[in-house]
Structures are given as structure tokens and as C-alpha cells.
């Protein structure tokens, strides 16, 4: 069953934006790429966006985790009002409660896998050493990459690799996790396992925002926004609960796709 409940009926909202405007200036002249975006997420949702090639997506990511400034609008994350932290306290606040997963992760080449993992929360002195390591074991363990630990990232294959920077991204066990094209740059094998991971992480309570081109990753998601210029023209609700198998889903985004126009 294909639903069409409002965001906020499912849940306490985790993430809200208002009026969201974010401009970048080109040749001189400033070009408005989010028209007032409103957002909200509810803890626990898995959420993703789809749209046209610059429609606006990764900018509507950026916004909404802090990594770039917004023109006009809020973002709430919980009680915290992250528009108006200053950059250091945006910077603590993402490091702490936010995850992100990008197409190409970005580990050290010079360290092993599990240094890279645990780097981060080494850095900021998050438990022991002993407290990193469990942590580490317990989810490469869980992405199927422990035995892998000690490898190199260019000894890894790509899927492998993704699963690490995930590893990564959850290390603090953040509040929410941002993918912009998580499963872009795998074969359709290794974004499966990418996909699975991420779905049981969900399940678990973790809150997903990922951004995507792929209407199978579209279709894992509770809801699925669609962008088109620098606004939220709509959005699908799956509704899990209901006797949807998995290519009911995907052929309810695509359904919403050609309606769009996307
Ligand atoms: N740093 C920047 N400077 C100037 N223009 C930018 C910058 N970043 C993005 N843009 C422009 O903003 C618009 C939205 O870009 P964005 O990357 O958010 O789109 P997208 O929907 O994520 O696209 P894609 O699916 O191709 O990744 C595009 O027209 C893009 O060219």
C-alpha cells in the first residue's frame, strides 16, 4: 500500500529546515539554487531525496548537516537551533551527532582500515582505546570487513571500501546520517550489500537522509522526496507496514518520476 502520510504524523521530527535559501555566485552574479525548502524528518526515518541533475540536491545535504551556510532559513536538529551556532560549534555539533557517507569515502591511504575508522574519535579522545576498538569490531564486524582490518584502502575493493567509510560514519553513533550517492560509484552486487547495511542500521534506530539517482536505493526509504529547481515538488511515502514487496515499491517511484517529469 502506498500511503501519503505527512512526515511529522510518523514520528518526533529529528530534523526540521524552514524556508531554506542558499545562493552561489557565478560570473558575478548570484544564482538562487534553494527557493525556500521545508524539511522535516522524524527520528528513526529513512528518508531520500531524487531529481534532476542539479536540482539542487547535495546543496539541499549541505544545508541541511551544517557543512555549507545557508542564506536565509533555520535548521533544527532536535532542540538545537544549527543556523545559529557559531562555525566551531557547528563543526563539535556535526562531528558528534551527525554521520556521512559520501560516493568516494575518503580514508588515509597510509593507514589500515580499522585506524582509519577509529581515527576520528581518537582525535577527539571519545572513550578508550579499548571502547574504539569494540566499537569498530562491532560494526566492521557486522558490514563483513573485520577480517580486513589491518588491510590498506587500495587493497579493498570499492564495496569494501564504502562499507569502512560507513563504519566510519557511525562510529559516534550519530543521531543521523547523510549519504550524498552512497552506492554511486559500486556494481550492482556490492550497492545491494551497501543498501542492506544501511536498511539495518535504519531498522536499528539510525535516521537517514541519502541522496540518490537510483530508484532501488529511492525505493529502501520510508519516504522519498523529489526535488525539481531548488524545491521540494513532492513526495512518496512507503509505507513498510503494508503488503509491498520490493518492485511494488520501485515501480511506485518510478510511477512518481514520470509524473514529475524527472
Ligand atoms: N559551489 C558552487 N558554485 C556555483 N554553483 C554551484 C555550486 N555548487 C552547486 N552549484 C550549482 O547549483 C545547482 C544545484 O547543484 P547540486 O549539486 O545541488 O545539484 P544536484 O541535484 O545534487 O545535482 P547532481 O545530481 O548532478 O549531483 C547546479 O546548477 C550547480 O551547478
Redesign the pocket.
Known sequence: MITTVSPTDTGTALLSARGLRKS?T?DGQD?E?LHGVDLTIAEGEFVTVM??????????LHSLSGMDPVDAGTVRLDDVELTALSPDELADHRREHMGFVFQQPTLLRDLGLLENIVLTSSLDRVGTPADRVARAKELMTRAGIWDLRARMPAQVSGGQLQRAGICRALMRRPRIVFGDEPTGALNRDSAEQILALLAELNREGTTMLV?T?DVRVAARADRVVF?IDGRIADELTLDDRGPVAGPARVDAVIARMRRLGI
Open positions: 552561489f557565478l544564482v539554487v531529481g534532476a541533475s542539479g536540482s539542487g540536491k547535495s546543496t539541499l541522496v539517482h526535488m
